[in-house]
């Protein structure tokens, strides 16, 4: 539907045929009280989260941030942020699970600095709601989201898997993850700590998508399920797809079907909140809202 503004932008044309006017040509407070208006009106919202509205709350990967946790892992290896360090290629499984231990405390068992879930929450609980997000730091069941209303795509840090992988289950990493925190030093932890699979015995890995071996357990799939009928009840009436934080890097999950679901229903609204990368196709201008600027405040604002 969208194929020929998208290969457009793709063969880098810039963004001459998508429409940019709801940023450009309006106050920030008009667009907001445009988003609050279609919040009020719509009868269901589709939230659809990316890593822009962690980073929103605090959870930035570079930065102060990153040196107040890793600044022996940077000094030792020349890591500079944290998505980086998950790929470095660490000799031993002791110093992988040393760095990965970190990321995932600091990531997924601490509460973000700014309360941004909280008030996302606050403007959509009295709504018939659901959230597909990218993230996979569990940010928005900590904030309190009923869980029966959140698709994970990508995994969570919170479960390890099989890296063979020789099943496809999950298992909860927190109690093991503090340990190693605990136990660490000298960026190792000790080598009786290294997660194994507890049927073929190979090195656990983490449930995130980064290639074919990625575990879509008898969870994922409930909540797949749950989206999916979810959407099928969109069939018409006043939606608000609303889009938070989502960049350009795996747009066919949440951007593209926002698209392609607003421009199919006339009475669907789509909304697009991101610092830097604020735009919709021309088809679905008119029924678009776009704000370039810092998700926190926006709802704030709202």
């Given at each position: 539907m969208f194929g020929g503004i998208l290969a457009g932008k793709a063969a880098g044309s810039g963004r001459k045929n998508f429409?940019?006017?709801g940023c450009a040509e309006q106050t920030f407070k008009r667009r907001v009280e445009r988003l609050a208006d279609a919040l009020l009106q719509a009868d269901a919202v589709v939230i659809g989260a990316g890593s822009g509205l962690s980073a929103s709350a605090g959870f930035?990967?570079?930065g102060e941030r990153f040196f107040k946790y890793f600044g022996?892992?940077?000094?030792?290896y020349g890591i500079r942020d944290m998505y980086s360090g998950g790929f470095y290629p660490y000799k031993t499984l002791e110093e992988y699970w040393a760095w990965w231990s970190r990321h995932i405390y600091y990531n997924r068992y601490v509460e973000p600095p700014v309360p941004v879930y909280q008030r996302l929450l606050e403007l959509v609980k009295e709504k018939d709601y659901f959230v597909i997000t990218t993230n996979v730091d569990h940010c928005f069941q900590k904030a309190g989201f009923?869980?029966?209303?959140l698709f994970y795509t990508q995994g969570d840090y919170g479960l390890w898997q099989c890296s063979g992988p020789c099943h496809q289950?999950?298992?909860d990493n927190e109690e093991q993850v503090r340990q190693m925190i605990a136990e660490q030093k000298d960026m190792r932890i000790p080598t009786e700590l290294i997660p194994r699979c507890p049927r073929c015995g190979k090195p656990m890995n983490m449930n995130l998508r980064s290639d074919a071996a990625f575990v879509e357990d008898a969870g994922w799939h409930r909540a797949a399920r749950r989206y999916e009928a979810f959407i099928g009840r969109m069939d018409g009436g006043r939606v608000l797809f609303w889009e938070l934080g989502v960049g350009a890097n795996t747009p066919v999950i949440i951007k593209y079907p926002f698209w392609r679901m607003t421009h199919q229903n006339p009475e669907a609204v789509y909304a697009c909140v991101n610092y830097g990368e604020a735009y919709a196709p021309r088809e679905i201008a008119g029924r678009s809202i776009c704000?370039?600027?810092d998700i926190g405040e926006t709802l704030k604002q709202l």
């Amino acid at each position: 539907m969208f194929g020929g503004i998208l290969a457009g932008k793709a063969a880098g044309s810039g963004r001459k045929n998508f429409d940019e006017a709801g940023c450009a040509e309006q106050t920030f407070k008009r667009r907001v009280e445009r988003l609050a208006d279609a919040l009020l009106q719509a009868d269901a919202v589709v939230i659809g989260a990316g890593s822009g509205l962690s980073a929103s709350a605090g959870f930035t990967y570079g930065g102060e941030r990153f040196f107040k946790y890793f600044g022996d892992f940077a000094e030792k290896y020349g890591i500079r942020d944290m998505y980086s360090g998950g790929f470095y290629p660490y000799k031993t499984l002791e110093e992988y699970w040393a760095w990965w231990s970190r990321h995932i405390y600091y990531n997924r068992y601490v509460e973000p600095p700014v309360p941004v879930y909280q008030r996302l929450l606050e403007l959509v609980k009295e709504k018939d709601y659901f959230v597909i997000t990218t993230n996979v730091d569990h940010c928005f069941q900590k904030a309190g989201f009923d869980k029966e209303r959140l698709f994970y795509t990508q995994g969570d840090y919170g479960l390890w898997q099989c890296s063979g992988p020789c099943h496809q289950e999950t298992y909860d990493n927190e109690e093991q993850v503090r340990q190693m925190i605990a136990e660490q030093k000298d960026m190792r932890i000790p080598t009786e700590l290294i997660p194994r699979c507890p049927r073929c015995g190979k090195p656990m890995n983490m449930n995130l998508r980064s290639d074919a071996a990625f575990v879509e357990d008898a969870g994922w799939h409930r909540a797949a399920r749950r989206y999916e009928a979810f959407i099928g009840r969109m069939d018409g009436g006043r939606v608000l797809f609303w889009e938070l934080g989502v960049g350009a890097n795996t747009p066919v999950i949440i951007k593209y079907p926002f698209w392609r679901m607003t421009h199919q229903n006339p009475e669907a609204v789509y909304a697009c909140v991101n610092y830097g990368e604020a735009y919709a196709p021309r088809e679905i201008a008119g029924r678009s809202i776009c704000i370039d600027g810092d998700i926190g405040e926006t709802l704030k604002q709202l």
